[in-house]
C-alpha cells in the first residue's frame, strides 16, 4: 500500500474505461477520494458510482477547477490518463491536420493545462503526485500512428520536464509506459495494433498493479511491460539498428495487407 494514497484526493481522466477506470478502482480501493473525468458523462457517472467516487464530466485539459472543488478544495494525485490514437490501417498516407491538432492537444497539451492548475497549490504545500499515462510509444514508437507516437514523445518529455524541475520541491512525477492494453484504444488500432501490440497485451488492472508497486519504490518511469527497458537500451544505444528492425515490422504490416 501507498500511505500517501489514503484520504487522498485523486482526480483520474479518461476513467469511463480502460486504463482510467482500472487505475480509479485501484485508488478507491487503497482509500483515496476519486474524482472520475470522462468526456463520456455516463461512463464516467457508472464508474463513479461502482466505486464511491465522484463523476466529473468533461474536456479533460478543463477539468481541473472543478474536481478540485469536489474534492473540497484540494487535488493531491492527477492521472493525466485522457487519450487519443489516430492512425493504423493506411500505410503510407498521410492524415489530416485535424489528426494531429487533435492528438496534440488530448495527448500533451492537457498536460500542461492541468500542471499549470496545480502547480502553484502543490509548491506552496510542498507536495503534490502526477501521474502521466504516456505509452511504450512515447519511448520508442508505434507503426502506422504518426500523430500518436509524436505526442507520446511530447507527454513523456513534459512529465521529464515536470519530475527534473520541481521533484525537490515535493513534486512527485510518474510515467506510465505500458505496450499492448487490452482496451477498446487498442482494439482501434486495427491491423498495426494487431501485429505488435495484441500479441503481448496486457490487462488494465496490471497497468495499475504496475502504478502503484512504481510509486511504492517511488519510481519516475514505470514499465508494465519490463522487456521495453531493452528496446529502449537498444534505440538509444544503436538507433539504426533499432530503425532497421522497426522498418522490417513496417514491411511485414505491409506485406499483411
Known amino acids: ?3 500517501a494514497v489514503q484520504s487522498a484526493g485523486v482526480v483520474v481522466t479518461g476513467a469511463g474505461g480502460g ?3 482500472a487505475l480509479a478502482r485501484r485508488f478507491a480501493a487503497e482509500g483515496a477520494r476519486v474524482v472520475v473525468n470522462d468526456l463520456d458523462a455516463g461512463k464516467a457517472k457508472a ?7 465522484i463523476a466529473v464530466a468533461g474536456d479533460a485539459s478543463a477539468v481541473v477547477a472543478d474536481a478540485r472543488d469536489a474534492l473540497g478544495g484540494t487535488v493531491d494525485v492527477y492521472c493525466a490518463n485522457a487519450g487519443v490514437a489516430f492512425g493504423g490501417d493506411d500505410p503510407g498516407q498521410p492524415l489530416d491536420e485535424k489528426a494531429w491538432s487533435t492528438s496534440w492537444d488530448v495527448n500533451v497539451m492537457a498536460h500542461v493545462r492541468a500542471a499549470n492548475e496545480l502547480l502553484p497549490a502543490w509548491l506552496e504545500r510542498g507536495s503534490g503526485r ?9 519511448l520508442l514508437t508505434m507503426i502506422g500512428a504518426a500523430p500518436y507516437a509524436v505526442t507520446k514523445h511530447g507527454a513523456y518529455a513534459f512529465a521529464e520536464y515536470l519530475s527534473l524541475t520541481y521533484r525537490h520541491r515535493g513534486v512527485k512525477v510518474h510515467a506510465i509506459c505500458p505496450q499492448g492494453v487490452r482496451t477498446d484504444m487498442l482494439d ?3 491491423s498495426a495494433g494487431d501485429l505488435v501490440l495484441k500479441p503481448t497485451a496486457i490487462a488494465p488492472e496490471d497497468v495499475a498493479d504496475a502504478l502503484f508497486k512504481g510509486m511504492a519504490e517511488d519510481r519516475f518511469l514505470i514499465l508494465p511491460h519490463p522487456e521495453v527497458a531493452g528496446y529502449y537500451q537498444t534505440r538509444a544505444a544503436e538507433p539504426d539498428r ?4 522497426m522498418n522490417h515490422l513496417q514491411q511485414k504490416w505491409e506485406e499483411a495487407r
Open 19 to 21: 486504463i482510467g477506470a
Open 242 to 245: 533499432w530503425l532497421t528492425n
Open 130 to 138: 502526477f501521474v502521466s499515462t504516456v505509452s511504450a510509444a512515447g
Open 47 to 53: 464508474v463513479a458510482d461502482e466505486i464511491g467516487g
Open 1 to 3: 500500500m501507498v500511505e
Open 188 to 190: 482501434a488500432t486495427g
